[in-house]
């Protein structure tokens, strides 16, 4: 079972950028389709954006034209590039597999939007 640890949230500024991380811990490799998950306090998560093996990416309308999501294979590590971040965008983040068999659920990383 792949355990996925995500990294690289902190407090920014409405207009600012971060640039998330998500990582399998251990000697574990991640082959599959991906995916960045958000929960906001109050609201169930909800998938974002989401990477194919081959590189392709969709996004939902609420991040689409701000983040990107990327993969390095050789890093065995998949992206999220957020821009132009709102109050709204503030969130615990998660990666994991789009589909329905999913991976443990890592621990998340907060992203705080002040604005």
């Known amino acids: 079972q792949l355990h996925l640890v995500e990294a690289g949230g902190g407090l920014v500024q409405a207009g600012g950028s971060l640039t998330l991380s998500c990582a399998p811990s251990?000697?574990?490799?991640?082959?599959?389709?991906m995916g960045w998950y958000r929960q906001a306090p109050g609201k169930q998560r909800e998938l974002i954006a989401w990477?194919?093996?081959?590189?392709?990416?969709n996004y939902t309308d609420p991040v689409k034209g701000r983040f990107t999501i990327s993969r390095d294979n050789a890093k065995n590590t998949i992206f999220l590039q957020m821009t132009n971040l709102k109050p709204e965008d503030a969130a615990v983040y998660y990666c994991?597999?789009?589909?329905?068999?999913?991976?443990?659920w890592g621990q998340g990383t907060q992203v705080l939007v002040s604005s």
């Open positions: 251990g000697n574990s490799f991640i082959i599959s389709d």
């Open positions: 990477i194919t093996t081959a590189g392709n990416t």
């Open positions: 994991n597999y789009p589909g329905s068999r999913k991976y443990s």
